[in-house]
Nanobody, 128 residues
């Protein structure tokens, strides 16, 4: 059973940066794509960014231009570099992956229902 473990969360002031990591227990080249989601208290979990096996990326409009998703296949680690952070970015961040390639099509919305594997999340708090 594949496992995903997030780290790197914390508390920073608005305008600051954080880098989240997600360690995968199996070789990442076996993943069709990997995705970051986030969930704020009282809100639904939403997609943040996706990267596929070719390195092609997709971002939610709310983070485009501020966040960067990347994948280190040698170390089996997924990253999310978050810059120019805002209070509304505060949430628990999760990494996830599907178990079929069709869920990684670039024109497909980032959907929790498409994911088969989830980490337990890491908390990010942005103060104003």
């Amino acid at each position: 059973q594949a496992q995903l473990v997030e780290s790197g969360g914390g508390s920073v002031q608005a305008g600051g940066s954080l880098r989240l990591s997600c360690a995968a227990s199996s070789y990442v080249y076996t993943w069709y794509c990997m995705v970051w989601f986030r969930q704020a208290p009282g809100k639904e979990r939403e997609g943040v960014a996706r990267i596929d096996g070719r390195g092609r990326t997709t971002y939610a409009d709310s983070v485009n231009g501020r966040f960067t998703i990347s994948l280190d296949k040698d170390q089996n680690i997924l990253y999310l570099q978050m810059d120019s952070l805002k209070p509304e970015d505060s949430a628990t961040y999760y990494c996830a992956a599907p178990d079929a390639p069709q869920y990684c099509n670039r024109d497909r919305p980032l959907s929790t229902g498409d994911m088969a594997y989830w980490g337990k999340g890491t908390l990010v708090t942005i103060s104003s």
